[in-house]
């Protein structure tokens, strides 16, 4: 356990994501959705860069996303420490942003738009919910549910492990 859990006091991300984590990724559609085709499994990745710059022009995060097929999604996207526990999250792929709140067990996004790739060039905008739980020090456990036109499409249960 680090001290913030045992305190109370939020996590510090830079602690958290010092060595980079990885692991399966899985997607559940609604019934509806199974006949087109977007993978059910993935490999995700996540790191950072940058740490000492959170307070001020904001850190790097890197996220990989591997489909089964080999083909390889890579986001960037810049978080900037704007107070104890407060997070503010940009990428060029999600507009508007989004700000993250971090608690001694784990952190949650304020629902945010993603374009997403979906099919060669096409992306769509998904308003995702995304709350991650730290389950122990190695394990992480992510859910984003998506919606398009308010529409849920899909939940993704990411089960990170640090490297």
Do not use: K
């Amino acid at each position: 356990m680090t001290s913030a859990e045992t305190d109370g006091a939020p996590l510090d991300l830079r602690e958290v994501f010092a060595r980079p984590w990885s692991g399966r990724a899985t997607i559940r559609r609604p019934w509806w959705l199974r006949w087109f085709p977007v993978a059910s499994d993935l490999h995700f990745r996540t790191r950072i860069s940058d740490a000492h710059l959170a307070e001020t022009t904001g850190l790097t995060v890197h996220d990989t996303t591997t489909f089964p097929n080999g083909r390889v999604w890579e986001r960037t996207m810049t978080a900037r420490l704007v107070a104890p526990g407060r997070w503010q999250i940009t990428a060029d792929d999600m507009p508007g942003g989004a700000e993250q709140t971090v608690d001694a067990h784990g952190f949650a996004f304020t629902p945010y738009t993603i374009l997403a790739p979906v099919l060669g060039p096409l992306r769509l905008p998904l308003r995702c919910t995304d709350e991650i739980e730290l389950l122990d020090e190695r394990t992480m456990l992510d859910t984003l549910e998506m919606r398009f036109l308010g529409v849920r499409v899909g939940t993704m249960t990411m089960r990170l492990e640090r490297e």
